[in-house]
């Protein structure tokens, strides 16, 4: 079964969960890091969802996604370091 998401996908899963946190990807990846942003997902009962991707001064920035605003910055708090920016998806 393949892990793949499409562009719209991705796109709908913003939608569905309007909270947003960009995190700068660093040179080399997020290496451990990510394993413990995973963590942090399971550890709370939270599905770890990714947005869109996109390029931004030569940096890749990756999108997660959340159904509420406290659990956005709590993430954001966690993981302060890398984080780009938090917020909330415009209403449609």
């Known amino acids: 079964m393949s892990r793949y998401q499409s562009r719209a996908g991705l796109k709908a899963n913003e939608g569905k969960l309007p909270h947003h946190v960009d995190m700068m990807v660093p040179k080399g990846g997020f290496g451990v890091r990510l394993n413990e942003m995973h963590d942090w997902h399971y550890a709370r009962s ?24 406290i659990s956005a910055a709590l993430f954001a708090k966690e993981f302060s370091a890398e984080t780009k920016w938090l917020g909330t998806a415009p209403e449609r």
């Open 46 to 69: 939270i599905e770890a969802v990714r947005g869109q991707s996109r390029r931004e001064s030569g940096h890749k920035i990756i999108r997660w996604c959340f159904a509420d605003l």
